[in-house]
Nanobody
Framework: VQLVESGGGLVQAGGSLRLSCAVS????????VSWYRQAPGKQRELVAA???????NYADSVKGRFTISRDIAKNTVYLQMNSLKPEDTAVYYC?????????GGQGTQVTVSS
């Protein structure tokens, strides 16, 4: 199973980015897919998650600005990030839970300039 994140980059404060997490190597739909982020010197934190039934949850710091969604046919999960702030700067990681195993991607850098 492979997870490949993409869509990171450099953006000015107030701008938008859309991250993608493509899950390959399995025909099993993940129980849940989540986005985490880790800023320099800080612990990794959960940003958003979507479960198999479609329910979503978000960190308080991103509610109203970020939206997690999925394309089941493509086995891809997206993180639409709007109104970005410098404090959103971090490496963003995608995790997928398939049965009892969690898989992770290599991360994608998001940098928000002020």
């Amino acid at each position: 199973v492979q997870l490949v994140e993409s869509g990171g980059g450099l953006v000015q404060a107030g701008g938008s980015l859309r991250l993608s997490c493509a899950v390959s190597g399995t025909i099993i739909r993940p129980n849940a897919v989540s986005w985490y982020r880790q800023a320099p010197g800080k612990q990794r934190e959960l940003v958003a998650a979507i479960v198999s039934g479609g329910s979503t949850n978000y960190a308080d710091s991103v509610k109203g600005r970020f939206t997690i969604s999925r394309d089941i046919a493509k086995n891809t999960v997206y993180l639409q990030m709007n109104s970005l702030k410098p404090e959103d700067t971090a490496v963003y990681y995608c995790n997928a839970d398939l049965r009892s195993t969690r898989y992770g991607g290599q991360g994608t850098q998001v940098t928000v300039s002020s």
